[in-house]
């Protein structure tokens, strides 16, 4: 985000004062690296938001295998099959969904296939729909 100035996705600080708020703890599973995350984090002012990072390294095999979403959810001390996961890319749902989270897709580039609709629990349009869903649960 901080290289190519990217914005943060409509409703992300929304998303993250309703965690907040919840006391509901969250994790980034990235293949990206541990350093380029907390990069990012900082540019945005978001480092403290998060309780756990889990990146390129961390986890034996990458997306679409279930190991990083694994290793998060290990390292926040909750059941996977408790978790709740966005992703916005075919291999993150098929990682997620095979790590038995709920998984809920906020599409990005890529429009979900019948395939990957099958494997979420949601498609929503962007993050403020996240937050009605969890303010509803």
């Known amino acids: 985000m901080a290289e190519t100035r990217l914005a943060l996705k409509p409703g992300a600080i929304e998303l993250l004062n309703t ?3 919840f006391r509901l ?3 980034i599973a990235t293949s990206s690296s541990r350093r380029t995350v907390e990069r990012h984090l900082t540019a945005h002012n978001l480092t403290e938001r998060f309780d ?11 997306k679409p295998a279930p190991d990083p979403f694994l290793k998060a959810a290990e390292r926040l001390g909750v059941e996977p099959r408790l978790c709740l996961a966005l992703e916005d890319s075919h291999n993150g749902i098929r990682s997620a969904s095979s ?3 709920m998984t ?6 890529l429009a979900p296939t019948d395939e990957i ?3 979420c629990t ?3 349009r962007d993050l403020h729909e996240v937050r009605g869903l969890l303010r509803v649960a």
């Open 19 to 21: 965690l907040d708020q």
């Open 117 to 119: 609709r099958r494997l």
């Open 104 to 109: 809920i897709m906020v599409p990005d580039m």
């Open 122 to 124: 949601f498609v929503v």
């Open 25 to 27: 703890p969250r994790a």
């Open 52 to 62: 756990v990072i889990v990146g390129h390294g961390d986890y034996e095999t990458g």
């Open 99 to 101: 790590a038995g989270m």
